[in-house]
């Protein structure tokens, strides 16, 4: 069979997408990215918001055109949204052939070949032996080191879909990495809910710094980048702050979504802390490692924000003076304990908070990238730019994949570059989010060319901003 899969959400979930997909091809079919040639289309769908839940909807009804115009005679639904609304979907979208939870990606190959899904048995997480067929670029991969989460924030529904948190086996994980390396990845992006939870319930203190710290030491031919995303404020260390500063091969980069600054606006999160104490554990990862770039997440519009509390948000955002920020508008999610809050924020003042705060923030990156101009720093080449076909696009360390700024690049002193590969790169000019350079200097030993074996279908759409004109 034909397999055309649609990925939508985190990269959480597009492991998932590619560990179905590796299913899938060790039964011997085949994936494609023509959904009109597809025989079976799968839909990965993400629900954590009122947004991503309509995207999903949105997509799955799209999908089921091709089971009318084109050749597809199953339409199958899998991920977040199904663990909400799992009996909702099979009763109001008749076209949908299958539903399969979080913890049911092993009957993915039964539900495609037109077969009932297996129970779920216990929490699912995948190993260094399960087949994965990966989606994104060979130069970077996402490694999922746990799944679920503990802790109680109040407008979270994610831990009623992807269960209480479990760690991955150390040396699964180390496992993994080793063999991805081997097949050439340069970058390994660790993910889970809260990384830095990580090896808790497995007895390990401090698990994601000994994590780090025995990946960093894992031999390989060429440099190779190592990242974590979604640290939990309270689990940052210091054992993992001067892990990260001293190995090269960690990257300078810190993800801790804060979610918010007010004291007030924090314990109604159910997540404590406040904007001072932020600004301290930000001194503390500034000092320990120089150079360090820091994203983080806020939520405007919680139940309860008032003029006040936003105002000390926007304080917080300016004294921070955060590489990246993203912000999220508050969701009233039915199951989450904040649905039962009262003095709800209206829609009207969420959106001109939201608005605010990105455009504080668009002004403080400007600021922060136009201190790189004229500076050379080392990049990963990912290949033509969706831009324009007069650029190629690379990274700095300091930028992950999908969510960050890239480096547009408008010139080339030295060998053409090649995707994948590690080049210097001078910066020639700052945007608001993006950089402008020129590659120079010498290119990495040539490697074989090749492009990624599998395209998912419509991969997450990308939450950058928008394009920017040159
Ligand atoms: S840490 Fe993240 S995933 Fe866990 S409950 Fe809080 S917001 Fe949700």
């Given at each position: ?256 979504p804060f979610q918010h600054a007010s004291a007030?606006v924090l314990k109604r999160m159910k997540r ?73 924020v209206d829609r009207r003042t969420v959106y ?119």
């Amino acid at each position: 069979m034909k397999v055309g899969f649609v990925s939508l959400g985190c990269p959480k979930n597009l492991v998932d997408t590619e560990v179905m997909m590796g299913l899938l091809a060790a039964r011997g079919h085949e994936m494609t990215s023509k959904p009109e040639d597809a025989d079976v289309l799968v839909v990965n769908t993400c629900s954590f918001i009122d947004p991503a839940k309509q995207e999903s909807v949105d997509t799955i009804l799209e999908m089921a055109e091709f089971k009318r115009t084109g050749q597809a005679r199953r339409l199958i639904v899998t991920g977040c949204l199904v663990e909400r609304y799992r009996d909702e979907i099979q009763r109001s979208i008749p076209d949908v052939d299958a539903v399969l939870g979080t913890n049911q990606l092993e009957s993915i190959v039964a539900v495609c070949e037109g077969g009932q899904p297996a129970p779920a048995v216990e929490p699912y997480l995948y190993h260094e032996f399960t087949p994965r067929l990966r989606s994104t670029p060979r130069h970077y991969a996402y490694i999922k080191i746990a799944e679920g989460c503990d802790h109680p924030c109040s407008f979270c529904v994610i831990p009623q879909f992807r269960g209480r948190f479990r760690s991955r086996r150390f040396e699964s994980v180390v496992a993994e990495a080793a063999r991805l390396f081997a097949e050439g990845v340069r970058e390994i992006n660790l993910i889970g809910q809260d990384t830095t939870s990580y090896g808790e319930d497995l007895g390990l203190r401090d698990g994601l710094a000994l994590l780090l710290e025995r990946l960093a030491q894992i031999e390989t031919e060429h440099p190779k980048w190592i990242r974590f995303l979604y640290a939990y404020p309270n689990r940052v260390t210091p054992k993992l702050l001067d892990t990260l500063a001293a190995h090269d091969a960690l990257v300078k980069y810190v993800d801790i979504p804060f979610q918010h600054a007010s004291a007030f606006v924090l314990k109604r999160m159910k997540r404590g802390g406040c904007g001072d104490q932020f600004l301290r554990l930000i001194e503390r990862i500034r000092r320990t490692i120089p150079g360090v770039a820091l994203r983080t997440s806020f939520i405007v519009g919680f139940p309860g924000e008032t003029d006040r509390d936003f105002e000390e948000l926007c304080q917080f955002v300016e004294a921070a003076r955060f590489d990246r920020l993203g912000v999220f508008s508050y969701s009233d999610e039915e199951t989450s304990e904040s649905f039962h809050l009262p003095d709800k924020v209206d829609r009207r003042t969420v959106y001109h908070r939201k608005r605010r705060l990105l455009a504080l923030q668009r002004r403080i990156s400007r600021a922060n990238l136009r201190r790189l101009v004229g500076q050379e720093f080392t990049v990963l080449v990912e290949g033509p730019s969706r831009e324009s076909e007069l650029l190629w696009e690379a990274r700095l360390a300091t930028q992950a994949p999908e969510i960050d700024g890239v480096c547009f690049v408008n010139d080339v002193e030295g060998p053409a570059p090649q995707p994948g590969c590690f080049r210097k790169l001078r910066v020639t000019r700052a945007l608001d989010y993006d950089l402008i350079g020129t590659l120079v200097g010498h290119a990495e030993p040539q490697r074989r060319r090749t492009s990624s074996p599998f395209v998912v279908l419509d991969a997450r759409r990308a939450q950058r901003p928008a394009a920017i004109g040159l």
